[in-house]
């Protein structure tokens, strides 16, 4: 026979299970913010067209994550972060390493390619740095040159 008793005490176990659930799904880490990150790619006074400008983070919480932006026919670039399976505007707060790739080999035939040096291409040779600033959007000028 079920008794009162039993009754409250099932649905006191089922209500402890529910809210255990529900706090441990609840509680994940949440995504770092990101600020809007703008700028400029110049080689030798000229648009770096077709590149690729890459900020890799260098804050602790947030190391190695980076924002990417195309440059486009003017120089300009806006940076987009990957958070989650999903690309969204900005990069995340803090110091940050910079590398210009090239574009890849089937670029359209429109857009002349520079023959910036390939150091560029990687972090630790480029020399190129940036602060992300959490006011406001950041912009960044970046003077390439041989």
Do not use: N
């Not at 005490?9 to 799904?25: K, V």
């Not at 703008?38 to 947030?62: D, I, M, N, W």
């Not at 110091?95 to 574009?103: E, K, L, M």
């Amino acid at each position: 026979m079920v008794t009162p008793m039993k009754i409250r005490r099932r649905a006191l176990r089922w209500l402890l299970a529910a809210t255990s659930l529900t706090a441990l799904t609840g509680c994940g880490p949440s995504d770092p913010k990101l600020h809007p990150t703008v700028g400029t790619v110049r080689y030798e006074g000229k648009p770096a067209a077709g590149f690729v400008v890459e900020f890799s983070s260098q804050a602790a919480e947030t190391k190695g994550m980076s924002g990417s932006g195309e440059v486009a026919a003017d120089g300009s670039f806006m940076l987009r972060t990957r958070l989650r399976g999903k690309s969204r505007d900005g990069a995340v707060a803090g110091s940050h390493r910079v590398a210009v790739i090239p574009p890849p080999a089937a670029v359209t035939p429109s857009v002349k390619v520079l023959p910036v040096p390939i150091r560029y291409a990687d972090y630790l040779t480029s020399e190129l740095t940036a602060e992300v600033t959490t006011s406001g959007t950041t912009s960044v000028t970046l003077e390439l040159k041989r």
